[in-house]
């Protein structure tokens, strides 16, 4: 039996994580402010990490909040020190995980509308979220594992049932507000969870890949079109566009960051692709139909 340890498994990625490597066959370990181990307790975490298969680290407050200086603040702290702590536990250990893949985001990457932004000719962005992204990457890169392959991966916008980014986007076309945000013409990358998972079995099986890794779906939208299969999903016939101006007074509406919708997010996943990986939820309505449908399930 293979074991897997995740480090943040109690957020929104790390719970279905969790079921579906319960579901695999693997032996699941936690680092977390509760699990097996606990933060600050490193010579605990070495224990858990012993002669692991593959580290996981998601951990890191959601960037679905307002910029507030506490929050910037703990956005960057709880993905750095975490990050630094696991480097430090993997180090002790006698027998470390073979592989160490670590959550970072697509976000790394500047407004692209022109071209979509690849592992080896994307251009990375400015801003605060870059920085948080550039800073989490690099304390990866510094934590000295020489016999485990650090791998960050440069996640998009994760969908699936139960919350997520999902939510947000379900409320405001329920309200009648689910039309394009700004021009409607930034583009929208995305993952179903399930391939995101998949993605992370697969490099886990292909040790030649090296990081970092994008993942993203195929299918790229742009924001209207997103909001067009968000209606539609919701069986919402129609919804009212919302210009920047308006989005940036009503963040509180959302409860997050305008940034989060109106950037331009066009990532692609180069390196699955050339190493043959394949989608399950290539296009975003199959995605969005397996989410209500899976939805609906929960509910009933």
């Known amino acids: 039996m293979k074991t897997v340890v995740i480090a943040g498994a109690s ?13 695999a066959g ?5 680092v977390g402010r509760t699990g097996d181990a606990v933060w600050g307790d490193t010579t605990a975490i070495t224990a858990v990490l012993e002669g692991a298969d593959l580290l996981l680290n998601l951990a890191g407050k959601s960037v679905s909040c307002r910029y507030t200086p506490a929050n910037k603040a703990e956005i960057i702290r709880s993905r750095v020190e975490t990050t630094a702590e696991l480097g430090r536990a993997l180090a002790a250990c006698a027998h470390p995980p ?6 970072s985001t697509g976000t790394i990457y500047r407004d692209a509308r022109d071209r979509p932004q690849g592992e080896d000719d994307g251009e990375l962005g400015a801003g605060f979220s870059v920085e948080v992204a550039r800073a989490w990457e ?5 934590a000295p594992a020489p016999g485990t392959r650090k791998i960050p991966l440069r996640i998009t916008i994760a969908m699936g049932a139960g919350g997520g980014v999902m939510r947000p986007f379900n409320n405001l076309a329920r309200l009648g507000l689910g039309g394009r945000m700004g021009d409607g013409g930034q583009k929208f990358s995305w993952v179903h969870i399930e391939d995101l998972f998949r993605a992370v079995m697969f490099l886990h099986d292909h040790p030649g890949i090296t990081g970092p890794v994008n993942i993203a779906a195929p299918e790229v939208v742009t924001n209207a079109g997103l909001m067009a ?12 566009p919302t ?5 940036r007074l009503g963040a509180v509406l959302i409860r997050t960051e305008t940034e989060l919708v109106l950037k331009s997010r066009w990532v692609r996943a180069g390196k699955l692709a050339d190493a043959g990986f394949e989608w399950t939820f290539p296009g975003l309505a199959g995605a969005l139909a397996d989410i209500d449908g899976a939805s609906i399930g929960q509910r009933s």
């Not at 693997?26 to 936690?30: A, K, L, N, P």
């Not at 690099?138 to 510094?142: D, G, K, P």
């Open 98 to 103: 073979v592989d160490w893949f670590n959550a």
């Open 26 to 30: 693997w032996q699941v370990r936690t």
């Open 243 to 247: 210009p920047a101006w308006l989005l």
């Open 138 to 142: 690099e304390t990866l890169a510094a």
């Open 11 to 23: 957020g929104f990625i790390g719970t279905h994580f969790r079921r579906l490597f319960d579901d």
């Open 229 to 240: 299969a968000v209606r539609t999903a919701n069986h919402v016939p129609f919804g009212l």
